[in-house]
């Protein structure tokens, strides 16, 4: 009996001892990944701060709180208000909550003190692998002070170089059309002809400087929208009389058709003819001789569409999701025009979803595209 009971309690303690040790070796474990997760987030050079899915900070490394000149204490486990006016909350605050204005994979803080310092903030979201439930998020906290200094020399470099060509490049422009003109004596047609055809260089390289111009601009930031409510059909004419010399050069006709006789939009007149300008070119570059380039204005419940409608090459479907990336061309663009940035597109693009807008593209190769850029009504 008593040898029963003794057997029965042996196999108790041996049981329970496995699991002791199946429990300490758990335990060991993790403690072990924790000090690995530790050891790899204080290795960064950038900083982390981990947050719960109601943005309350559970983990922060030490290069954030060397960057935001805070301690874990001041945030750990603590809620922050967004609209506080204390200064390490509203620092704290501008990191861990997206401004409503911030547009992209990432927003930019500055900050004043100690020195300025200009800090980009990435936001990876947390889930759960299996159900795919939203855990919370990670703040990745980057110093491009540095960064930002040397892109705005290299800028500033591109831009007085810039500056520097299209001074010549505008006066040979005006000497070429004198000539063409007759105002230095009669020309025969031979030489009218490659008269004509330095014309075309010369405007194409006008337009490669005025775009590196242009996006030198748009990434600097230094692009001011300063916007009023203006006419748009007379806006849209301005910008078809812009290119009309252009256009009679390359023997393209440029084609009115509104559906509309006025309406007023708000929007930076300087920038959004940069915008359509940019479009119109694009029409006339990659249109056959002899051919017409149409422009529409339509009206919408919630915009205002222009489009540009040419009989040009078209675009392949599968390069299209590229189009607007800076300097990207298409391959039959490529063999149809040897010159050329890839910036046009890229420009049209930026400046109007910087207004709130966006430029869409209905092609087919060998047919001809239609570009439509909208802008939200006021």
């Excluded at 200064?87 to 204005?101: E, G, I, Q, Y």
Aim: proline share 3%; aromatic share 6%; glycine share 6%.
């Amino acid at each position: 009996m008593y040898s029963l009971i003794t057997f029965i309690l042996l196999v108790v303690i041996l049981i329970l001892g496995l699991k002791n040790r199946r429990l300490r070796k758990d335990r060991e474990q993790a403690s072990h990944q924790f000090d690995e997760a530790t050891l790899i987030l204080e290795s960064l050079r950038d900083g982390l701060i981990e947050c719960d899915s109601a943005m309350v900070a559970t983990r922060i490394n030490t290069a954030a709180e060397t960057i935001l000149g805070i301690e874990a204490s001041q945030i750990i486990n603590r809620a922050i208000d967004r609209d506080s006016i204390n200064p390490t909350d509203k620092l704290l605050a501008s990191v861990l909550f997206r401004p409503k204005d911030a547009e992209g994979a990432s927003y930019d803080i500055f900050l004043a003190s100690p020195s300025e310092t200009k800090l980009r903030i990435f936001t990876i979201p947390k889930t759960e692998p299996h159900t795919k439930t939203l855990l919370g998020y990670i703040k990745i906290i980057r110093d491009v002070t540095i960064e930002t200094v040397v892109e705005k020399h290299k800028n500033d470099l591109i831009s007085i170089v810039s500056h520097q060509l299209l001074t010549p490049l505008t006066g040979v422009k005006w000497i070429l059309k004198s000539l063409i003109s007759g105002d230095s004596g009669p020309v025969v047609p031979k030489q009218a002809e490659m008269i004509k055809k330095g014309l075309v260089v010369n405007e194409d390289m006008i337009g490669l400087v005025t775009d590196i111009l242009d996006v030198t601009k748009v990434e600097q930031a230094s692009f001011s929208y300063k916007k009023a409510p203006y006419d748009i059909i007379q806006f849209v004419r301005e910008v078809i009389t812009s290119r009309k010399e252009k256009a009679e050069t390359r023997n393209i006709k440029l084609e009115e058709k509104f559906s509309i006789s006025n309406k007023e939009v708000a929007f930076d007149k300087e920038r959004m003819g940069i915008a359509l300008g940019n479009l119109l070119d694009n029409g006339i570059d990659y249109s056959p001789s002899g051919t017409s380039v149409g422009v529409g204005v339509a009206i919408t419940p919630s915009s205002v569409d222009i489009s540009v409608t040419d009989k040009g090459i078209g675009i392949p479907e599968k390069e299209r999701e590229h189009l607007f990336a800076k300097f990207y061309r298409a391959e039959n663009a490529k063999r149809v025009r040897s010159g050329g940035t890839g910036l046009g597109l890229y420009l049209a693009k930026h400046i109007t979803e910087d207004h709130g807008g966006k430029v869409t593209i209905n092609s087919k190769e060998g047919e001809g595209s239609t570009f439509t850029l909208s802008l939200p009504l006021m």
